[in-house]
Every structure is written in structure tokens, then in C-alpha cells.
């Protein structure tokens, strides 16, 4: 307890002050999360609302640690932080470079939860629709070798009934929307790659797709789609 009254004292806060500040951290984590589905939150966001009252240079890096602990130890969540990656198509150097440095810091978080539990008990089967779209587009973007251009992407979307034209999709709504959503979500990334025809928008896995524990369960979902196809083969 001495030592933990040693640290807030550098800072010039009481234990009080401290919990408040992490309390409205973890609020404002989950409102976020849950208003925004589940968008990466910039951790400038939360620097602000640490520094509104106080001033304290390091006072926003320990608010926030313990803020991603009591998340862990009380909610259950993981909150873990985004390393935005870069795409391949981009050349850009100085600013951009300087640009993509300060967006890096972002945070999602995600259920530490065993899956078949999680499933079970917390999963709302209301949003089933956008899960199985997001790992349907991270599938063909994961085959295709991690990046596809924006034509090809919807020919095979069409496969399955989904058209860029379609504003009143029965569970995507805005299909193209519904598209962007997954951009904003960090599964995506989209970049302008220059070639003899002109511009071309690609699409490449963003880091929440990258994620080890993401790729794991994509991996997973494209063989059971690949031992189901080849076991209907072999049935006829």
C-alpha cells in the first residue's frame, strides 16, 4: 500500500482521484466499444480525458495500465493494443510516415472468454449476420494472398448474393457500408495502387485480421468450408 501511495504521489493526486480517472477510462472504453462496433479507440482519446483536469505528464500511461488491468481481472476483457499496420502498396515517406506513427496507438477489446462460452452465453445472436460476413470478406482476402483489388472482391461477393448496389440488404443493410464498416474496424485497410490503367483500390488484411488468435479461427473456418466442399466431391 506504501508503494502504491509513493507512485500517486509524484502525481500529486489522492487514491480517490486515481480510481475515479480509471473508472471514466473504463466507461468511456466500453461505451465506446459498444457504440462504435467495436472501432479501434485512439489512445489520444483517452489521454484527453485523463489530462481535462490534471496535467500530469505520466499520469495518463498509469491510469490506463490499470485501467487494462481492471478490465482484465473484473470485466474479462482484454484490452490490447493495435499496431496499425502499413499497406504494402503505400510508398509514402516524411509526414505520412510521421502520420502513421501517431495513429499507431489504438485499442480494441476483446473477451477473454473460452470460445464455446463465449458463444453460449455473452454472443447476441442479432449481430451473427455481421460475424459471419466479416470472416466470408477476411476469407477471400486470406486466399487471395492477403490483398485483392476492389472489382475482384465484390465478383466473389456477388457469388454469394451480395452486390455493391444493394443499399437495403435484409440483414447488411448498405452493403457497401457494411464494407467500409470492416475498414473502420481495423479488419481491413484499402489503399490507391498506381498501374498502366490508372488507380486501383486494394483491400489487404489490416492488424485486427492479423491477429494470431484471428488468423487461428480463420484458418480454421476456411478448412472446415474446404473439407465440406471436398467431401460433398466425393459423395457424388
Not at 477510462?25 to 466500453?30: A, E
Not at 443499399?167 to 443493410?173: A, I, N, R, T
Amino acid at each position: 500500500m506504501s508503494n502504491h501511495a509513493e507512485d500517486l504521489s509524484q502525481f500529486d493526486i489522492s487514491v480517490q482521484e486515481k480510481d475515479k480517472l480509471v473508472a471514466e477510462v473504463i466507461r468511456y472504453v466500453l461505451f465506446k466499444t459498444h457504440h462504435n462496433s467495436g472501432c479501434p479507440i485512439r489512445r489520444e482519446e483517452l489521454t484527453q480525458l485523463i489530462t481535462k483536469n490534471y496535467r500530469q505528464r505520466n499520469l495518463p500511461v498509469m491510469i490506463i495500465n490499470e485501467a487494462i488491468a481492471k478490465l482484465s481481472t473484473i470485466f474479462g476483457y482484454e484490452m490490447r493494443e493495435l499496431q496499425r499496420a502499413r499497406p504494402s502498396s503505400n510508398n509514402h515517406q516524411g509526414r505520412n510516415s510521421q502520420q502513421s506513427a501517431a495513429e499507431a496507438k489504438t485499442y480494441v477489446i476483446m473477451s477473454k472468454l473460452p470460445a464455446e462460452v463465449y458463444t453460449k452465453y455473452v454472443e447476441d445472436e442479432d449481430t451473427a449476420h455481421l460475424t459471419g460476413f466479416t470472416f466470408v470478406v477476411m476469407s477471400i482476402v486470406h486466399i487471395s494472398g492477403g490483398k485483392i483489388s476492389e472489382e475482384n472482391l465484390w465478383q466473389h461477393l456477388r457469388r454469394i448474393g451480395l452486390d455493391e448496389a444493394n443499399e437495403s440488404h435484409p440483414f447488411l443493410g448498405n452493403t457497401k457500408q457494411a464494407l467500409e464498416g470492416l475498414v473502420q474496424q481495423r479488419y481491413l485497410q484499402k489503399d490507391k495502387q498506381s498501374g498502366p490503367e490508372g488507380n486501383t483500390l486494394i483491400y489487404e488484411l489490416a492488424e485486427r485480421a492479423l491477429d494470431s488468435q484471428v488468423t487461428a479461427s480463420l484458418k480454421d473456418y476456411i478448412s472446415q468450408i474446404v473439407n465440406k466442399d471436398v467431401g460433398s466431391v466425393e459423395d457424388e
